[in-house]
């Protein structure tokens, strides 16, 4: 078990040094870096001082080793509307994000899982059809669109629930939806065919030689070995929902890193926008990390893999 | 007489495809009979129905699959009559089925105690530490040493002859009165076999199980079986008790499966003697007797019709014009 | 037929569920539609959609009360026809979206077969990198890059194909790992042809059945990231028609239960992406029941 998580570790650390080398090469990519990395609006002479002070002039090398320098001392930046480090804001503001993502993630797995195994038992019915259907749409639409319906229907028509902002269960409501949504179809999707499969595999045939009533070769024999996957995918999913939120909190003026990149976007305050892909990418790594050593967990056989 | 445990009447199974345009005849109206404690044995080529059989008699088809006609009396009471319910109150318990891949026949997240223990827990309602302790009591009785701790491990810790008795004890929990055994020994290694085999017949004798043994190798069919039924595009070509088949088969495929297997004795320079032709795609069988486009005495009316079953001796049947006037 | 051929038993009825059609008709019109639309939209389209008249802002759709018949589908906030703005989006959309797919493909194809195919050190620069951007969520690396490049047309593509590309590469890649194995190729190495001939003649017209349908899968993916990115601004810049813009624009319109602005739009982008991804589906199904995995 050791060995698999070190091997793991390892992986982890090479794609983290490859995202930052990523990152800094296309920021230095387009003609003149320091136009991005100032203010909008500077002078001439603040871009002369930024190109001093990122050692623009310098080899990209030695360029590159400030910058990871200030990256593992945890200096992501300083934003010129905020004037406050960015790494600061970002961790001030992601609790926000994380607790929509919950939210929408619970929603997607609710609805998701029992309908894909709902149509995986009764396949090729008219529950299975229906719930194809279902996915299809999720899968379709865009999920700020929803989120725009959304408002239209329980805000302005039915004056129901608060189009912006947050603070109680009923502004997170509408947010979470949009954004649970997609992921929602394709859990559904995911847990449709993995239980197909699972039901077709030959355990599940003797489980039902044996004469187990059918509730229990569904719920015991094969629901554990068919939500292996989808709970892997629901997992790197929940990062992927927090940083693709930046659509959903923007609709919603949801005080997450969402939007806080939109800000970034909106006000050119591209040290926002730097730090934002750099930490995002980052949890990814750190997110898939920990589900490969959960997997290692719950599949015995992966454990005595080498 | 004691009544027969199980007696297959004119059963009928057909595949139905996925338009719905073609039927596939896997089983046609075979008939059978098997008494309590005795071992039946089924043979056949690929696609020759056999395993449709097995599962017909367990009713657990493909949803592509019907049975379209015929009886199955086990213990004297007709299967196909029985309920969902009812069904699934003999499986398992009076009638087991073992599967060809033991790997594949184990829930890999579940440990072997646990796999055994649940049918003791499902049919006779036993606690968990009651089908426990009778669980290990089953490893032991498959020849598995330190029971106690194989318990707790997984199918894939173990090997594919140690599986293939798991998978046998977990069988036999319910003290069934009949086993089905689809090919259990095609994917062990030979000398693993023998050893398999002899303790299938302990076990036949200790609990007076009777045995349906599929496979398509005649030589386990000598040793294991008392009786023997041989298949071919998915009906009973000839059936009897061993010593006759085998002496004296009636059917010219039965004649020609037992000249294929090449002995010791044969001259060295003589060719392996094989049977002509391919077997018959099962949706397309020939007309008449199935097997006339490779029989070497085939005559004009094979092709014309399918002949009925002929008793040739006392209890030893055999479909074939050559017997008819 | 003769006596020894098939017995056919009697027809049974037909089953009304597993029929896989012949041709994917409903993606296929939706599509063909759309493609009309862009090619025709100078033709189509009753007024210019960049232009419009401050006196005729946020004006209805025809069949509500304020709406008039000179503009069918209502007008946006700066007085633009909406139906205009829609057709003209659908170029837009189509142009940005095709081509990115297609800029993608090339690009993730080419590096998935040299992956694959080379092996070494080759495979595992790119397997690194693709597994590394993979990581890295679609629509936010495409913000970073949109923000570095700054916003129009061909930047979008640009961003979209820089993003894409991986999604290709990994799959290509492990069907080059199986078909190097295949007779066909070992026989052109015996033959003596170069790497770069068997990868060229033997190799990629192997993996084009899967390239085609990841392709079409990918277009709604692509469609709705553009429509996001003009969403939030760094997209296809004002004033020209995206559907993603007129969202953006809509918004301002919301809470004043202007919803023809929201909800045109929006159908438009829902019916594209459907299209794609029905066409997808059926494109995997058909051409190779093993990419059911995709």
């Known amino acids: ?306 | ?325 | 037929m003769n006596a020894s051929t098939a017995v056919v038993l009697a027809e049974v009825p037909r089953r009304a569920s597993r029929r896989l059609s012949s041709y994917p008709v409903v993606p296929l019109a939706i599509i063909g539609l759309m493609v009309f639309i862009a090619l025709a939209a100078d033709v189509l389209a009753p007024h210019n959609p960049e232009v419009g008249s401050l006196g005729m802002r946020f004006r209805p759709p025809v069949w509500q009360a304020g709406g008039s018949a000179a503009h069918l589908l209502g007008t946006d906030h700066l007085g633009r026809d909406v139906l205009s703005r829609l057709l003209f989006g659908a170029r837009v959309s189509l142009v940005v979206g095709f081509t990115a797919v297609v800029v993608a493909g090339l690009l993730g194809v080419a590096l998935g077969i040299a992956a694959g195919y080379l092996g070494g050190w080759v495979d595992e620069v790119i397997m690194r990198l693709t597994d590394t951007w993979l990581a890295l969520p679609a629509l936010t690396f495409a913000i970073f890059l949109a923000a570095v490049l700054g916003p129009s047309e061909l930047n979008i593509i640009i961003v979209l194909s820089c993003v894409y590309w991986t999604r290709y590469a990994r799959v290509i890649r492990g069907e080059v790992l199986s078909l190097k194995e295949r007779e066909f190729v070992r026989l052109a190495i015996i033959a003596g042809c170069s790497r770069l001939t068997i990868m060229r003649r033997h190799i990629l017209p192997n993996v084009l059945n899967s390239a085609i349908v990841l392709a079409t899968l990918m277009l709604g993916v692509v469609v709705v990231t553009e429509a996001a990115l003009s969403f939030l601004g760094v997209g296809v810049p004002p004033p020209k028609p995206a559907w993603g813009l007129m969202l953006a624009d809509g918004k301002r319109g919301l809470m004043a239960g202007y919803w023809w602005l929201t909800v045109l739009p929006g159908l438009c982008i829902m019916f594209l992406v459907l299209a794609a991804n029905l066409l997808g589906d059926w494109l995997r199904v058909k051409l190779d029941p093993q990419l059911r995995q995709l």
């Open chain 2, 1 to 325: 007489m004691t009544e027969p445990l199980l007696e297959l009447r004119a059963l009928s199974t057909h595949y139905e495809s996925a338009r719905g345009t073609r039927v596939t005849r896997a089983v046609d109206d075979v008939s059978l009979t098997l008494e309590p404690g005795k071992t039946l044995g089924i043979v056949g080529e690929s696609g020759s129905g056999k395993s449709t059989l097995a599962l017909s008699i367990m009713r657990l088809l493909p949803p592509a699959a019907r049975i379209v006609g015929g009886e199955i009396r086990f213990e004297g009471e007709n299967l196909l009559t029985k309920s969902p319910r009812e069904m699934r109150h003999i499986r398992g318990k009076r009638i087991a089925m073992i599967l060809q891949d033991p790997m594949a026949s184990l829930n890999p997240l579940f440990t072997i105690g646990d796999q055994i223990a649940e049918s003791l827990r499902v049919h006779e309602g036993a606690s968990r530490a009651a089908a426990w302790s009778r669980a290990k009591g089953l490893l032991q009785a498959v020849r598995i040493s330190a029971p106690v701790t194989r318990m707790k491990e997984f199918p894939h810790q173990m090997s594919g002859g140690m599986r293939q008795r798991i998978v046998g004890a977990i069988a036999v929990a319910c003290e069934p009165r009949l086993l089905i055994a689809d090919e259990p020994t095609t994917s062990l290694d030979l000398t693993i076999q023998a050893q398999y085999l002899s303790l299938l017949r302990d076990l036949q004798r200790d609990h007076n199980l009777a045995m349906i043994f599929i496979t398509h190798n005649l030589g386990i069919v000598a040793k294991m079986c008392d009786a023997v039924a041989v298949m071919y595009a998915g009906r009973v070509v000839e059936a009897g008790p061993i010593r006759q088949i085998f002496n004296k088969p009636a059917h010219p495929y039965t004649r020609a499966l037992l000249e294929s297997v090449p002995r010791l004795t044969d001259d060295n320079h003589a060719r392996l003697p094989a049977i002509e032709g391919q077997p018959p795609d099962p949706s397309a069988p020939p007309s008449g007797c199935a097997f006339h486009p490779r029989c070497p005495q085939m005559m004009e009316r094979c092709q014309a019709q399918a002949p009925p079953s002929v008793t040739v001796a006392s209890s030893h049947t055999a479909r074939c014009w050559l017997h008819l006037p």
């Open chain 1, 1 to 306: 078990m050791k060995r698999f998580v070190l091997r793991r570790l390892g992986y982890a650390l090479v794609s983290l040094a490859l995202l930052s080398i990523t990152i800094f090469v296309f920021v230095r990519l387009t003609g003149d870096p320091a136009l991005l990395l100032v203010e909008p609006g500077a002078s001439k002479a603040d871009v002369d001082a930024v190109r001093e002070r990122f050692g623009l002039d310098q080899p990209l090398v030695v360029q590159y080793a400030k910058f990871m320098n200030g990256l593992l001392r945890g200096d992501f930046g300083q934003s010129f509307y905020y004037r406050t480090p960015v790494l600061e804001l970002y961790l001030s503001r992601l609790p926000n994000s994380l607790m929509l993502a919950a939210v929408a993630m619970s929603f997607s797995l609710l609805i998701g899982i029992p309908t894909g195994i709902l149509a995986a038992v009764r396949v090729n019915s008219w529950l299975d059809r229906a719930g194809r259907i279902f996915a299809l749409l999720g899968l379709s639409l865009p999920s700020f669109w929803i989120g725009l319906v959304l408002i239209l229907f329980f805000s302005v028509y039915l004056g129901w629930l608060p189009s912006s902002g947050s603070g109680t269960v009923l502004h997170v409501l509408m947010p979470a939806f949009a954004l649970g949504w997609y992921f929602a179809a394709s859990h559904m999707r995911l847990t449709r065919s993995s239980m197909l499969d699972v039901l077709g595999a030959e355990y599940v045939k003797l489980a039902r030689l044996k004469g187990l009533p059918e509730q229990r070769v569904i719920a015991k024999h094969a629901l554990k070995n068919a939500l292996i996957p989808v709970l892997t995918l629901a997992g790197i999913n929940l990062v992927i929902m927090i940083n693709v939120a930046v659509v959903v909190e923007t609709v919603f003026a949801w005080p997450g890193i969402g939007r806080l990149l939109y800000e970034g976007i909106a006000f050119r305050d591209f040290p926002i926008v730097q730090a934002t892909v750099l930490l995002g990418g980052s949890m990814i790594v750190f997110v898939n990390l920990i589900v490969d050593v959960l997997y290692g967990l719950i599949d015995p056989r992966i454990r005595y893999e080498r």
